[in-house]
């Protein structure tokens, strides 16, 4: 039975393969080659367009420790099922906390709200949030992975 560690890299591996053939298809783009952006525009194909939703997370009330750890749970559950592409405080440059922001995957603003709706926070009150879509196009994930003993690092 392979480990969930050694299958996480085995399938970290596999995407950043799978990027590396995609842009070689693709070939090297220049920015200043790239059409227009905005309404009636033409889509820009060799862009990423992977669809993910976001939301704003506003504390209304100050949750319990047991209601916190309810919250960071099924945080993990959504990550744990490929749900949650990321989550975390967003804090001003002082460090003071503002807001949470969660990244999720769905097909549709209702997929999205469902998922939002689960959250513990919301459910008991104590956060309300807004709802919106993200069109991820560009970025770059640094993975490192040591083969010998499946230990995977992000940069």
Same mark, same amino acid.
Do not use: C
């Given at each position: 039975?392979?480990?969930?560690?050694?299958?996480?890299? $085995?399938?970290?591996?596999?995407?950043?393969?799978?990027?590396?053939?995609?842009?070689?298809?693709?070939?090297?783009?220049?920015?200043? #080659?790239?059409? #227009?952006?905005?309404?009636? @525009?033409?889509?820009?194909?060799?862009?990423?367009?992977?669809?993910?939703?976001?939301?704003?997370?506003?504390?209304?009330?100050?949750?319990?420790?047991?209601?916190?750890?309810?919250?960071?749970?099924?945080?993990?559950? $959504?990550?744990?099922?490929?749900?949650?592409?990321?989550?975390?405080?967003?804090?001003?440059?002082?460090?003071? @906390?503002?807001?949470?922001?969660?990244?999720?995957? @769905?097909?549709? #603003?209702?997929? @999205? %709200?469902?998922?939002?709706?689960?959250?513990?926070?919301?459910?008991?009150?104590?956060?309300?949030?807004?709802?919106?879509?993200?069109?991820?196009?560009?970025?770059?994930?640094? $993975?490192?992975?040591?083969?010998?003993?499946?230990?995977?690092? #992000? %940069?």
């Amino acid at each position: 039975m392979i480990s969930q560690t050694r299958t996480f890299a $085995l399938m970290a591996a596999a995407f950043v393969m799978g990027g590396a053939v995609v842009a070689s298809i693709l070939g090297a783009r220049s920015y200043a #080659a790239m059409p #227009a952006v905005g309404p009636g @525009a033409p889509k820009m194909h060799f862009l990423m367009q992977k669809p993910l939703w976001f939301y704003i997370t506003t504390t209304i009330k100050t949750p319990t420790p047991e209601q916190m750890t309810a919250h960071l749970n099924h945080q993990v559950d $959504l990550e744990k099922k490929g749900i949650m592409f990321a989550a975390g405080p967003v804090t001003d440059v002082n460090g003071k @906390a503002e807001y949470g922001l969660v990244v999720v995957r @769905a097909q549709s #603003a209702e997929e @999205a %709200k469902q998922i939002a709706d689960t959250d513990p926070m919301h459910i008991n009150g104590l956060r309300t949030y807004t709802l919106h879509q993200w069109d991820l196009h560009e970025g770059h994930i640094d $993975l490192g992975i040591d083969f010998h003993d499946s230990h995977v690092t #992000a %940069k």
